[in-house]
Every structure is written in C-alpha cells, then in structure tokens.
C-alpha cells in the first residue's frame, strides 16, 4: 500500500541522513535505493518530483564531500535535539 501522507520531519531528516551517507560511500546501486526510499515516503502522484528533486541536490554535492559531512554532522544533532 503506498503512502497517502506527507511524511513527517523526522523522517525526511533519517532518509536523508541515508541519502548523503551512501553519497560519500560511493556505491551508486545502495545510493539510487536511497533514493527510491526516500521518494516512497511522498504520496504517489509526487513520488517522480521528490526523487527527481533528491537526485538534483545530491548531484550538486556530488564533488564536494567536506560539504557533505557537514551536512550529516548537522542532521545528526537535529535529529538527537528533537
């Protein structure tokens, strides 16, 4: 059954905390999983916008992993904050 919800905070934050892990890991097969995840937990009709919205910020981090540990670093926090 697919997801009718918007998914909350807390779980865009841990799906993108996988995001930006398997970036840095370097294995495109684990990375796309992450993605398709990710777009699963939006409604279907907006499942296509949010992975094609993922797969453009990854792209833009892509080259620069200081930035993208940053990024983990900051996720981390606000996810025990919370």
């Known amino acids: 059954m697919q997801n009718q919800a918007k998914p909350t905070a807390a779980e865009l934050l841990i799906s993108w905390q996988l995001i930006w892990t398997r970036l840095l890991n370097g294995k495109p097969g684990e990375l796309k999983q992450a993605l398709n995840s990710h777009a699963k937990l939006f409604p279907a009709g907006n499942q296509a916008e949010a992975r094609t919205r993922a797969e453009r910020t990854v792209a833009q981090?892509?080259?620069?992993p200081a930035q993208v540990r940053n990024i983990?670093?900051?996720?981390?926090?606000t996810l025990r904050s919370a």
């Open 72 to 77: 983990i670093n900051r996720t981390k926090h």
């Open 61 to 64: 981090y892509q080259n620069e």
